[in-house]
């Protein structure tokens, strides 16, 4: 695999939707001599390898340049670039926008990141899956919570696969839990790691922002908020994942028998249903499902740019 001989300075900051990416993303760039644009996944989302390409990778550049987090963060893409080259390129532009050391936040491709970009350093950033589990379902991407985990393994399960070839002075592992407990103690530590000195306006990131300041308690709310079977069925789901990490099973894992699983999708699929058709109202939604299914590109096309439209309004 190719990779950069002399890859950009830049730090991933690694975990699951919803394991506190966007909350941590705030406090980084409240730090003078840090930046974090946000979401950056489609720089690995998009190449492929590709041997006939002197880079040995390929962007799918139409479909990187349609994506709404790439047309967000307002980068461009050079006709004459592609490859490597490009990933050069477009970490460039995103460190042009901003002051201090590029952060970035990805969910997925850890390993690819790693292999491409030699000098790039890993915030691995956990949370609780059974917390994880139920914020999915309130984003709409998950209707249970026993549907809801199911990123996060997917994430961990990448997180496993690339750590064993990262240098492991390249690597900190930060708990959302642990941050939220006593967030200077921890934000100092992150500082260390990158190499800045810890500055007291971390502290302040919800001032300017539609977060609120830290709060212990949103963390293991999967303890008061979820029931006895919902935590069984996630720990069923994920149980060695979870000892892995240090988090303690609750109770008995459990797996749900065949008409409880008919029962799971058929909940899930309805509240994914109801929730965006709230998010993006009935017509949008159901003409934007009708046109994937039975619709000419051209309608298609037309109902996902108004789809994204929408999510990019809502994007912090």
Same mark, same amino acid.
């Given at each position: 695999?190719?990779? *950069? ?17 966007? =909350? ?88 690819? #990141? ?11 950033? *956990? ?54 407990? +006593? ?10 790691? *990158? ?44 149980? #060695? ?7 303690? =099973? ?32 009935? *017509? ?6 009708? #046109? ?8 298609? +096309? ?15």
């Amino acid at each position: 695999m190719d990779k *950069l001989a002399h890859s950009p300075q830049v730090v991933f900051v690694f975990g699951a939707l919803r394991s506190g990416t966007t =909350l941590f993303r705030l406090m980084l760039n409240s730090h003078g001599a840090l930046q974090n644009p946000g979401e950056a996944d489609f720089l690995f989302d998009f190449l492929r390898p590709d041997p006939q390409h002197p880079t040995g990778w390929r962007y799918d550049r139409e479909g990187m340049i349609a994506h709404r987090i790439f047309r967000a963060h307002d980068l461009h893409c050079p006709p004459d670039l592609d490859g490597l080259d490009l990933l050069t390129t477009l970490i460039a532009q995103f460190q042009a926008q901003g002051e201090g050391l590029l952060t970035l936040n990805i969910h997925r491709h850890a390993e690819r #990141a790693a292999a491409l970009l030699p000098n790039a350093r890993f915030i691995h950033l *956990l949370r609780d899956p059974r917390d994880v589990a139920r914020s999915s379902i309130g984003m709409g991407w998950a209707g249970t919570s026993f549907h809801g985990v199911g990123h996060w393994i997917e994430t961990e399960t990448g997180w496993d696969q690339a750590a064993r070839d990262i240098a492991p002075d390249r690597i900190m592992t930060l708990k959302f839990e642990a941050l939220m407990s +006593d967030l200077e103690a921890e934000l100092t530590g992150v500082c260390r790691f *990158l190499d800045v000195p810890f500055m007291t306006q971390m502290l302040a990131y919800h001032e300017a922002s539609s977060y609120g300041p830290p709060n212990p308690k949103i963390a293991q709310q999967w303890r008061t908020k979820a029931t006895a079977r919902e935590i069984a069925l996630i720990e069923g789901r994920c149980e #060695a994942l979870m000892q892995s990490r240090g988090y303690a =099973l609750n109770g008995t894992p459990a797996q749900p028998g065949t008409g409880e699983r008919f029962m799971l999708n058929q909940t899930n699929r309805l509240k994914r249903w109801r929730h965006n058709m709230r998010r993006f109202g009935v *017509l949008l939604f159901v003409g934007g499902h009708a #046109a994937r299914l039975i619709g000419p590109k051209k309608l298609h +096309d037309y109902f996902q740019r108004r789809l994204e439209a929408k999510v990019i309004e809502n994007l912090k």
